[in-house]
């Protein structure tokens, strides 16, 4: 066989190889690509902008509500000198907010400036009363986060303050330096009542809450009996008076006044502004402790309109301040909220108030005031009931874990579900032990 010449092999190599394929693939027109970089561009725009809102309220949760930790941890990374200094103010601050459940220095600006507005001398004995009660503290050797959480300072603010508040102008003037001296004297009284209750109450797990303010200003009262003296009045405080319930009428605005004034009774404090200035501090810190004060102030001026309350005592709160405290107290701080710890809240408001009713009749004829007792018989009442048999329903708080309501329920639920993860699976999350079942 003749082999191939190279014209026909060239021909035969075109024939048989493969024509190359065409890219099909269509290509993207100006505006589709625009369109995907845009979209591209917008989903990491949200990304970014929910990394920076997740960011800002992990900021605002750490530095400006609940109980402000950053600002804590910003003085503790100061020097020495200036950190022991910074201490005191955050104390002071804090302090102010301890009467009514918050310990957040916002909020403590904000009652420090409710109090300005209304009365600024009392205000400074009061804040003279912070500072005896800081050294008294120390010298006792109080433990330093009792101390700067304000919970061993502010029964002496509030001493000093009534003292002042409750004095006549001597010769026509308000800024009277001989009540420096009741002041001081008064405040040094209560802190120690408040450091030897404290003592006691530990062991059945009692705080000892505005108690000491309740015996020293009682003393004080009681000390002086019907005596005139030059800067006291004679009847400091008048009993109020009980209307027939089958004629008494209420306005719809004089029980507005009294829900919204009742918070007032605690800082003394009887205008508008300081009194929005009080609710807007304890939102601030806590919007579920403000949520149950509110239901405490209206549980108890419930209360006082069965009880036939005359209306103008009505207006002032001074017949629910003591239910806002509890229900505030009961629901979120001492227990950890849940509907069966709000409900139980709301009813030991209405029973706060009812005490108060009762006192009045009792301390009324000697022309003393009953001021806080209400509140400690009644958590003292609910608080060791609970503690006799505990209760699955009604979660109580440990005094070295206190901080806001919103941190005892999310540390609540963090727990619950670390121990429903660890239970095991055929169990359903029951754990027996012997004949008994507990659920987790």
Known sequence: ME?????????????????????????????????????????RSSIISWANMTALRRSVRH???????????WV???????????????SVLRTFGALIFVNNVWSGVLFLLACMIHNQFSTLLGLLGIGVAYAVGILMNVPPDRLRNGVATFNGFMVASFVAANAEPFHGVVWNPWLLFPALFFSIISTLIK?????????????????????????FLASQGSTVTPLFPAD???????????????????????????????????????VCLAWIAVFIASPLLFTMCLLGSCTGTGIAVVLGVAARE????????????????????????NPFSCALAIFAAAFACVIAGTLYHVLGPVSLPYQAL?????????????????SRWFVRVEFSEIRYPEHHRRAHLERLKVKNAAAPASSNGNVSNGNHIHVA
């Open 3 to 43: 082999p191939l010449s190279k014209e026909v092999k060239n021909e035969f190599h075109l024939q048989t190889t493969p024509m190359p394929r065409l890219n099909t693939t269509p290509i993207p027109s100006t505006s589709n690509v625009a369109l995907q970089r845009r979209t591209s561009a917008g989903r």
């Open 63 to 73: 530095y400006v509500t609940g109980d402000s930790p950053g600002i804590s941890e």
């Open 76 to 90: 503790d990374r100061q020097s020495n000198d200036l950190s022991v200094v910074l201490r005191f103010f955050e």
């Open 195 to 219: 450091i030897a209750l404290h003592s006691v109450l530990q062991h059945v797990k009692l705080p000892a809450l505005n108690l000491p303010f309740s015996i020293t200003t009682l003393c």
């Open 236 to 274: 400091l405080f008048s009993h109020p008076q009980l209307a027939n319930s089958s004629t008494q009428t209420y306005a719809g605005s004089e029980i507005a006044r009294a829900v919204f004034f009742s918070i007032s009774n605690i800082y003394g404090c009887d205008n508008v502004t300081s």
């Open 314 to 337: 009505l207006a002032t709160g001074m017949w629910s301040f003591n239910s806002l405290l509890v229900c505030g107290s009961v629901g979120g701080f001492f227990y950890v909220w």
């Open 374 to 390: 209400p509140l400690f018989l009644t958590d003292a009442i609910f608080l060791l009931a609970l503690a006799a048999y505990k």
